[in-house]
């Protein structure tokens, strides 16, 4: 994945508008919407500043957490009258919310 959808998220998911960033970084605004756009690369430098900024480690800035959860569905039947189940560890509010946006795409709202 690229880091500019990455950046979007951060950006949006903390209510930051992109001049704010900018600013914090001390660039201009069209630096950092390329830098969202994937039209212009980062600067080493200022990795370590979107990662402070943001409040994350450097790795998050560039992993992409969407392919974390995968969902299959196996239907066995038990003869011996067991219950099949699941057991699901979220470990932050981030993956929760993950897990209720692909359960909802998966399966849909009701």
Do not use: H
Not at 32 to 43: F, G, L, R, S, T
Not at 48 to 57: G, S
Not at 65 to 93: A, F, P, W
Not at 102 to 107: A, K
Request: proline share 2%; charged share 30%; aromatic share 8%.
């Amino acid at each position: 994945m690229k880091i500019g959808k990455n950046l979007i998220n951060l950006r949006n998911k903390n209510n930051f508008t992109q001049q704010e960033v900018a600013d914090y970084l001390n660039i201009e605004r069209k630096t950092y919407v390329n830098w969202e756009a994937d039209n212009a690369p980062i600067k080493s430098t200022y990795i370590p500043m979107l990662a402070k900024f943001f409040k994350v480690e450097i790795n998050d800035l560039f992993c992409d957490k969407s392919d974390r959860i995968v969902i299959k569905q196996r239907i066995i039947e038990n003869c011996d009258e067991s219950i099949n189940g699941i057991v699901i560890l979220l470990t932050d509010k981030d993956a929760v919310n993950e897990l209720v946006k692909v359960l909802s795409e998966r399966f849909g709202k009701k």
